[in-house]
């Protein structure tokens, strides 16, 4: 379970401070695989980052109980400097995972090649997913947090991605972030909206695509 209690956020923008939540207390309940939709800048991945930890709130508190992942097509994820393989030991080791076995899964499921002992700055974008993909999948989280990047690589790849997830949501939740409503079919089973510094939960992606619609249409 993850909860957030009284929790706002906002960052500054050349039109004044921009709210991403405005004093939001909800809770991700265990059990369930959540989609949370939002117009561009609304603010998603930033919710993502403060679930994680890997950013702070301005005010309030955020609870984990269980182990939350690294935001997965969060930029900050990796040392550029460093090459695929230094990535991966070091995440294993801040996870307290095995680091033979992390990359041991790693190195086979991204298909990097030559690429594995490379510079990641040398990676080209999809070869980065690849990489997250491959380390988030590698280490056993109670909670995976996906932040728009289930499209990456080919289709024989996107369907190795989507196996790999429907395994761990066997035991795992997953909160994804995605414009994609297929994907959000494909993987979640209730819906968020994210919006004006406000975020609603609702039983089902049902009713949340049809509260994101109505914003979408008051909108134009």
């Given amino acids: 379970m993850i909860s957030f209690d009284g929790v706002s956020k906002s960052y500054p923008t050349p039109y004044g401070r921009k709210a991403v939540l405005d004093d939001v207390s909800v809770v991700f309940a265990p059990g369930r695989n959540l989609g949370i939709l939002g117009v561009n800048g609304a603010g998603k991945s930033t919710l993502l980052r403060l ?12 609870t984990r109980y269980g182990r939350v992942s690294f935001p997965l097509g969060f930029s900050g994820t990796f040392h550029r400097s460093l090459s695929g393989r230094e990535n991966v030991g070091f995440i294993a080791r801040v996870y307290g995972a095995s680091v033979k076995k992390t990359l041991a899964y790693v190195s086979e499921f991204a298909e990097l090649g030559p690429y594995w002992n490379m510079p990641v700055n040398t990676y080209s974008s999809g070869m980065r997913a690849r990489l997250a993909f491959g380390t988030c999948l590698a280490i056993d989280f109670d909670v995976y947090l996906i932040d728009e990047a289930t499209e990456v690589g080919d289709e024989r790849f996107r369907r190795k991605c989507a196996a790999a997830f429907r395994e761990r949501t066997r035991s795992s939740d997953i909160i994804l972030v995605t414009h994609n409503a297929r994907t959000l079919r494909q993987y979640c089973d209730q819906g968020a909206v994210l919006t004006d510094g406000r975020l609603r939960l609702f039983e089902d992606l049902a009713g949340a695509f049809a509260h994101y619609r109505t914003l979408l249409a008051e909108a134009a």
Wanted: overall charge neutral; glycine content about 16%; proline content about 8%.
């Fill in 51 to 62: 679930i994680s930890g890997s950013e702070m709130p301005d005010r309030g508190r955020v």
